[in-house]
């Protein structure tokens, strides 16, 4: 099973994320929401660094080499501007049902780019035969609910308590009848 190596919509391109995002990807580490868990934020030394990220990234893409999905880049086709990220991962789920991330730039939020690209994500997903996927979401992230249940992900009932950062709320999608 392989998703891309590029997905297409109307006014996206998706592609693997590459060591040389990593720059981009730190943009995004530090605009993320303060709620987030400290591990996934830029800490008071700076890191992770651009370089710790480029790791990372190459840590990150041979492993969905390896799997055949991972997090691509989503960039403008009109202008090949990085807009952030979507893509398929192991994460909390597995290998056979995995999970799918996205995060972009507040630039791009509001326009229907996080739903047009989890589309693209999840109707590949399906064409490659995944019986269903899954997504992990912070109770407090309102716009990753509507994204999601725009793209048919249902609440799934199950929760991962965390009376810090806000619970997980596990959504899913059944992608085969």
Known sequence: MRIG????TARLRLRPL????????????????????????????????????AQ?????RAEADAA???????ESRDSVEFLGYCGLIVG????????????????????GYATEAARAVTTAAQSA????LWASVREWNAPS???????GFSDSGLRDPDPV?????????????
Do not use: N
Not at 39 to 47: L, V
Not at 165 to 177: A, E, S
């Open 145 to 151: 609910f509507r994204v999601l249940e725009k793209v």
């Open 18 to 53: 590459v060591t040389a995002d990593a720059e981009a990807v730190r943009r995004l580490w530090i605009e993320r929401d303060p709620r987030v868990p400290a591990a996934r934020r830029i800490d008071e030394d700076g890191r992770p660094t651009v370089e710790d990220l």
């Open 56 to 60: 990372s990234l190459a840590e990150q």
């Open 92 to 111: 909390g789920a597995s290998a056979a049902e995995p999970e799918i991330a996205f995060e972009l730039c507040s630039q791009a939020h509001g326009v």
């Open 129 to 132: 035969g995944l019986p269903r």
């Open 68 to 74: 055949g999905f991972g997090l691509m880049a989503v």
């Open 165 to 177: 950062h806000g619970d997980t709320v596990w959504m899913r999608k059944h992608l085969q009848p």
């Open 5 to 8: 190596p590029d997905l297409v």
